[in-house]
């Protein structure tokens, strides 16, 4: 009942005026599409509120690589860091 269509879903997908949100909620064994715009170069971490959800390996990482603009460039490390 919840699997993802990758057919069917995407056409029902809002990118017109999506809702801008920073809380979804998702139905036991149910799926979410998240887009976003990805201009902070880094490693960002997401998880669910509950700590033990995250022992449970219910938690992401997204890794967002360099863009074109200056402003999606990762800034280079500070002088005195030391090295690996």
């Not at 979804?24 to 887009?35: E, F, Q, S």
Request: one cysteine or more.
């Amino acid at each position: 009942m919840w699997n993802f269509d990758k057919d069917k879903d995407p056409l029902m997908y809002n990118l017109v005026d999506p809702p801008l949100q920073n809380t979804i909620h998702i139905p036991k064994d149910g799926w979410v599409a998240i887009r976003f715009k990805a201009k902070n170069p880094g490693v960002w971490y997401m998880h669910c509120h509950f700590d033990r959800h995250m022992v449970w390996g219910m938690d992401m990482v997204f890794i967002v690589k360099d863009g074109e603009s200056p402003e999606a460039k990762m800034l280079p490390p500070p002088p005195d860091m030391p090295p690996c």
